[in-house]
């Protein structure tokens, strides 16, 4: 049997066409061992979710990951977005997409903006004391999200590490794993 190639299958590129698009698109199975439901998306965005450490992953660029989403973490009225120096150890976290997702008003962690040089955060610099004190008052996740892609991550190109791990050796279990 002969299949179809779609790239000069006229109806395809006609519907793609109408679509606007020139790009032929990805599709990932659904796991619900390395993708978020629809339920666990809602409940990160609307009262966040108690996750424990082990599920918890880090990007290469140090951003906290749960699944295929970034997540941002409340310890102690402390946002966490990174794994940073002042990386609180607990054996479960408060994890989160959104502002509402934690209670009252978090303060985002420097540590967190200086491992990530969010909008150019130094804080070894002391000329720019000012302008970090600015960064660190004007942080909002919505803002945070607007560049760091919050979900889907796609897990075979992401490296996720476990949070307790630093080399490559700690991946996240079926983090880069081929299905």
């Known amino acids: 049997m002969e299949l ?9 590129n006609q519907m793609r066409e109408r679509m606007g698009t020139d790009q032929l698109g990805q599709f990932e199975l659904f796991d619900p061992e390395r993708h978020l ?9 609307r009262q966040g979710m108690p996750l424990p450490r ?3 992953g ?5 951003c906290l990951c749960y699944k295929n989403s ?3 973490i409340t310890v102690d009225d402390v946002l966490h977005v990174a794994r940073c120096d002042c990386f609180p150890e607990r054996d479960q976290y408060r994890a989160g997409t959104s502002a509402r997702a934690f209670e009252g ?9 200086q491992i990530l040089n969010y909008k150019g955060y130094d804080e070894h610099k002391a000329r720019k004391e000012h302008y970090n004190r600015q960064v660190v008052e004007r942080f909002t996740l919505d803002a945070f999200w607007s560049g760091y892609l919050l979900y889907p991550l796609n897990r075979d190109r992401e490296k996720v590490k ?17 299905e």
Do not use: M
């Open 4 to 12: 179809i190639n779609f790239l000069e299958f006229e109806p395809f």
């Open 37 to 45: 439901t629809g339920d666990e998306r809602s409940e990160l965005a």
């Open 54 to 56: 082990s599920e918890l």
């Open 58 to 62: 880090r990007l290469l660029d140090h």
């Open 70 to 72: 970034r997540v941002a």
């Open 105 to 113: 008003q978090p303060l985002v962690c420097t540590a967190c903006l």
């Open 162 to 178: 476990l949070l307790d791990r630093s080399d490559d050796a700690g991946e996240l279990k079926g983090a880069a794993d081929a």
